[in-house]
């Protein structure tokens, strides 16, 4: 299963509109659709009560020691506080608000801006943040994950990579995206360090972040659920454990859109540095000099240190740290079909500008081709 099935289906919310009729008259019923605000301060409501009522595992993971490997093979699960089924006694999710810094499990809650003018909350519990990579959201994802509504009720679930990963974080509500809310809580993890295989050819993923997002239904489905499990304006959770990051180029210009956006937004100068209709990274000549971004960068790669080829991702990245030049980043380590590795880097020559150092693809006033 994937999240593909669960989009934002914006054609729909029209379909919806025109879809119920009056069998009186024959005139058609507008089937309105609530006000986003409205639904927002309702659903915080809903969050924050599910807060106060339910616990986690917290006893089956090792907050002395997050890195501990039993924590490798910890799986989530959210249950109701009540007497009636003997949990009373647990502390609920809603005390980890306010943690000291570094300390977990923590819960924090974002706001998020979709450009509707509504302040979304957005509630993370992380359970640990994870030891591999930062992820931005221009990034593809692997992800594992439970998707549920407030009663507990499973919608999706994924609980092997496959089919369908990584997800592309940046295409929200259209093929092959995920719910804004998604996005905005994997960001908030890092990626697993890497894994090992048990006898039985199944992975355990090591270091990897875990927690929980809980976001109100205007980062999920809002008026159109993907499954007849959510109801309209139902806030989602999802249990995530996060595993891997991958690189995207939508301008294959050879920088990483990650690289062209490092704070992820897409709304500042500095974002779209020609001020043309295309921000940085889905356009092919960023300072709009009439050089392509591809021709002011140069892209390199190697297949063996001058002499080995590279026989595991460790030693392809020992070579870069060892070798790399002061203007040339690291881009990905790729695995051939014959087991060695490739490593891919991008060369990004620079220039003073009132002392501060500024990549040529992003200053119009230097026009060098490079190879
Ligand atoms: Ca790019
Ligand atoms: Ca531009
Ligand atoms: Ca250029
Ligand atoms: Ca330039």
Same mark, same amino acid.
């Given at each position: %299963?994937?999240?593909?099935?669960?989009?934002?289906?914006?054609?729909?919310?029209?379909?919806?509109?025109?879809?119920?009729?009056?069998?009186?008259?024959?005139?058609?019923?507008?089937?309105?659709?609530?006000?986003?605000?409205?639904?927002?301060?309702?659903?915080?409501?809903?969050i924050?009560?599910y807060?106060?009522?339910h616990?986690?595992? +917290?006893?089956?993971?090792?907050?002395?020691?997050?890195?501990?490997?039993? =924590?490798?093979? &910890?799986?989530?699960?959210l249950?109701?506080?009540?007497?009636?089924?003997?949990?009373?006694?647990?502390?609920? @999710?809603?005390?980890?608000?306010?943690?000291?810094? !570094?300390?977990?499990?923590?819960?924090?809650?974002?706001?998020?801006?979709?450009?509707?003018?509504?302040?979304? =909350?957005?509630y993370?519990?992380?359970?640990?943040?994870?030891?591999?990579?930062?992820?931005?959201?221009?990034?593809?994802?692997?992800?594992?994950?439970e998707g549920m509504i407030l009663?507990g009720?499973?919608?999706?679930?994924?609980?092997?990579?496959?089919? #369908?990963?990584?997800?592309?974080?940046?295409?929200?509500?259209?093929? #092959?995206? *995920? *719910?804004?809310?998604?996005?905005?809580?994997?960001?908030?993890?890092?990626?697993?360090?890497? +894994?090992?295989? =048990?006898?039985?050819?199944?992975?355990?993923?090591? !270091? $990897?972040? @875990? !927690?929980t997002v809980i976001m109100?239904?205007?980062?999920? +489905? &809002?008026?159109?659920?993907?499954?007849?499990?959510?109801?309209?304006?139902?806030p989602l959770i999802f249990n995530?454990?996060?595993?891997?990051?991958?690189?995207?180029?939508?301008?294959?210009?050879?920088?990483?859109?990650?690289?062209? $956006?490092?704070?992820?937004?897409?709304?500042?100068?500095?974002?779209?540095?020609?001020?043309?209709?295309?921000?940085?990274?889905?356009?092919?000549?960023?300072?709009?000099?009439?050089?392509?971004?591809?021709?002011?960068?140069?892209?390199?790669?190697?297949?063996?240190? !001058?002499?080995?080829?590279? %026989?595991?991702?460790?030693?392809?990245?020992?070579?870069?740290?060892?070798?790399?030049?002061?203007?040339?980043?690291?881009?990905?380590?790729?695995?051939?079909?014959?087991?060695?590795?490739?490593? $891919?880097?991008? *060369?990004?020559?620079?220039? %003073?500008?009132?002392?501060?150092? *500024?990549?040529?693809?992003?200053?119009?006033?230097?026009?060098?081709?490079?190879?």
């Open positions: %299963m994937n999240l593909r099935k669960f989009l934002i289906p914006i054609l729909s919310l029209f379909f919806i509109a025109f879809s119920c009729k009056d069998d009186d008259d024959g005139d058609i019923l507008v089937a309105e659709i609530r006000d986003s605000q409205e639904v927002s301060d309702e659903n915080d409501e809903e924050l009560t807060l106060d009522t616990f986690f595992n +917290y006893e089956d993971f090792d907050f002395a020691d997050a890195s501990n490997p039993a =924590n490798d093979e &910890f799986i989530i699960v249950d109701t506080i009540s007497a009636i089924n003997g949990t009373q006694d647990k502390t609920p @999710i809603s005390n980890y608000f306010n943690q000291a810094d !570094g300390v977990y499990p923590r819960l924090e809650v974002k706001v998020v801006d979709i450009g509707d003018d509504v302040d979304y =909350n957005l993370t519990l992380k359970i640990r943040e994870g030891d591999g990579d930062s992820i931005n959201p221009l990034d593809l994802a692997a992800v594992l994950y009663d009720t499973v919608f999706d679930s994924q609980v092997s990579i496959g089919v #369908g990963q990584p997800f592309s974080l940046t295409a929200v509500g259209t093929a #092959g995206g *995920v *719910v804004s809310g998604f996005r905005e809580g994997i960001i908030e993890f890092k990626t697993s360090t890497g +894994y090992t295989e =048990n006898g039985d050819g199944s992975l355990v993923y090591n !270091g $990897h972040g @875990i !927690g109100p239904s205007g980062l999920g +489905y &809002f008026a159109s659920p993907a499954s007849t499990v959510i109801a309209q304006y139902n995530l454990r996060v595993i891997s990051r991958s690189n995207t180029d939508y301008d294959l210009d050879g920088v990483p859109s990650h690289i062209e $956006h490092p704070d992820g937004d897409i709304t500042g100068e500095e974002d779209n540095i020609d001020g043309d209709l295309l921000v940085n990274f889905i356009d092919n000549d960023d300072d709009g000099d009439g050089v392509l971004t591809r021709d002011e960068v140069q892209q390199k790669e190697y297949e063996d240190d !001058g002499t080995n080829q590279f %026989m595991t991702k460790a030693e392809a990245k020992a070579y870069f740290t060892a070798n790399a030049a002061a203007d040339e980043i690291f881009i990905s380590i790729e695995a051939e079909l014959d087991g060695t590795y490739t490593l $891919h880097t991008l *060369v990004v020559p620079s220039t %003073m500008v009132n002392g501060v150092s *500024v990549p040529n693809y992003l200053n119009s006033d230097i026009t060098i081709e490079l190879e």
